[in-house]
């Protein structure tokens, strides 16, 4: 997040202007007038079956494995655009002045999930009023310990009803947190959603859904998209996973 549950996090930060131009200002994002994701084309996508270490009995994946699993712009309706990569700024565009916060923020804010062993992230928008849609995988060994971030991160979400996000340029937008019946993909999925409340971006939407594929977490995040938005593309992006990253031999 910037890429833990998906580096729209960071396009929260970023595009925030581009929503601005469009003439977001303070009120509520306009609903997507792109489609949301569907599932995967009929093109079978090549699988990848892992190996396990010996040494550690944690399964062993690489970026290159990981990518295979990401949506691909054909994967997507017509009107999608994939976004460029680029390379982690170091920004930390969330904050809290509550200790029960420590934690969410600490997540919102790094470049990886916790214990990621390899990550990889693809984006793609939907025109210039969104949505702005993020997946991602993280690499984390086992389905054990892809249930236990799973639990932190509800935990997190759960004591933290506020954050703080600040971009650049632009002054502080208090975000409210709250949980969201997630979309039933993948193992154990949990979705939460960011609001804007209060300041220059009263009103911005950021869903997140983050769910396990074997002894990978897959995130998906929407920005300036509904709750519809995000389990579209939850589904889109956990069918291929599961073709893809096959449990280890």
């Known amino acids: 997040m910037t890429r833990f549950v998906s580096s729209s996090l960071a396009l929260a930060a970023a595009l925030v202007f581009t929503l601005t131009a469009c003439g977001g200002g303070d009120d509520k994002a306009s609903a997507p007038q792109t489609p949301a994701p569907s599932t995967p084309s009929s093109t079978p996508p090549e699988a990848v079956t892992a190996t396990a270490d010996p040494s550690t009995g944690l399964v062993v994946r690489t970026e290159a494995d990981l990518t295979k699993a990401l949506l691909e712009l054909s994967d997507l309706p017509a009107g999608f655009t994939r976004e460029q990569d680029e390379a982690d700024d170091g920004s930390k565009p969330f904050s ?25 992230s693809r984006s793609f928008s939907g025109g210039q009023e969104g949505p702005y849609i993020d997946f991602s995988f993280d690499s984390l060994g086992s389905v054990e310990k892809v249930g236990s971030l799973r639990e932190k991160y509800a935990d997190a979400v759960t004591a933290c009803p506020k954050v703080t996000m600040r971009a650049e340029g632009e002054g502080s937008t208090t975000m409210q947190v709250d949980e969201l019946t997630a979309p039933a993909y993948g193992t154990k999925p949990y979705a939460f959603r960011l609001m804007g409340v209060s300041g220059p971006k009263r009103g911005l939407e950021f869903t997140a859904l983050i769910t396990g594929v074997n002894d990978v977490m897959l995130s998906v995040s929407v920005l300036a998209g509904d709750e519809s938005v995000l389990a579209a593309a939850a589904e889109a992006g956990a069918t291929k996973a599961q073709a893809v990253l096959k449990p280890a031999t």
């Open 96 to 120: 809290s002045t509550s200790s029960r916060c420590k934690t969410l923020v600490k997540y919102l804010n790094a470049t990886e999930a916790p214990g990621s062993q390899a990550t990889v």
